[in-house]
């Protein structure tokens, strides 16, 4: 299957909540804090294609942090099939789920694309700078209640929620019973990423990346064999 062909996969995004997320083969969502690091070409364009279907990207503060995010750019015929297919014109604003307010200068980097601060009344009311450069999305007293989140997005006309995690923002979507479709990616790697304080314990350097040796599908399971590339995989 082509790259192209991999994206047409992904055309037709739910009204509702889209995750789109990557994890590694022992089950790491990071590798030194960033997702990066298990991705390759393939999914990030896959990523941005993705972000082409959305009317808004949701994320965790800690993973805008982690990754630097800045607004979300398309391309040209992006653009272009966005306004073909549901008459819009606007690029997707970035969505911050915070507590804090914590986020990185990155994400104002174009002063004409307000990110969305998904906070508490607590945190704007104590914060009243944060309504400066962002628009803030109040769902929530003390703790941020991503179902009313949610509703209110779609109440604006943002129907296509295409989130980017991180892991404990999928904890809660997944908990509240908010996921409408998942969009997995299996990097084909190791990343040894839970600490141990025992001592002597290695760590690694960079993801060990494995080869595919089949991928079979049988009701709805799929089953993945990965092995050590130079490695015979037939058995």
């Not at 055309?11 to 590798?31: H, K, Q, T, W, Y």
């Not at 690091?37 to 972000?51: G, I």
Request: with cysteine.
């Amino acid at each position: 299957m082509t790259p192209d062909e991999l994206v047409a996969l992904y055309r037709d995004p739910p009204d509702g909540v889209r995750v789109n997320m990557i994890m590694s083969l022992d089950g790491a969502a990071e590798f030194g804090g960033r997702a990066g690091p298990l991705s390759d070409a393939n999914d990030q364009d896959l990523l941005l294609a993705l972000r082409g279907y959305a009317d808004v990207v949701l994320v965790g503060a800690g993973t805008v942090r982690a990754e630097g995010y800045g607004p979300v750019r398309l391309t040209a015929d992006q653009c272009v099939e966005r306004w073909e297919r549901w008459g819009v014109e606007s690029v997707p604003p970035i969505a911050v789920v915070t507590h804090t307010g914590r986020v990185p200068a990155s994400l104002f980097a174009a002063p004409a694309q307000r990110p969305i601060l998904v906070t508490t009344a607590h945190l704007a009311h104590a914060h009243p700078e944060l309504h400066e450069h962002a628009d803030l999305l109040i769902a929530g007293d003390t703790a941020v209640d991503l179902t009313a989140a949610v509703a209110a997005l779609q109440t604006k006309g943002m129907r296509r929620i295409l989130c980017e995690g991180g892991p404990t923002l999928l904890d809660e979507l997944v908990a509240d019973d908010l996921v409408d479709e998942m969009c997995l990616t299996i990097s084909p790697t190791l990343a040894a990423t839970a600490e141990t304080d025992r001592p002597g314990a290695h760590t690694l350097t960079a993801p060990v990346r494995l080869a595919l040796g089949h991928v079979v599908t049988v009701e709805d399971y799929v089953y993945l064999r990965y092995v050590r590339p130079g490695h015979d995989a037939s058995g």
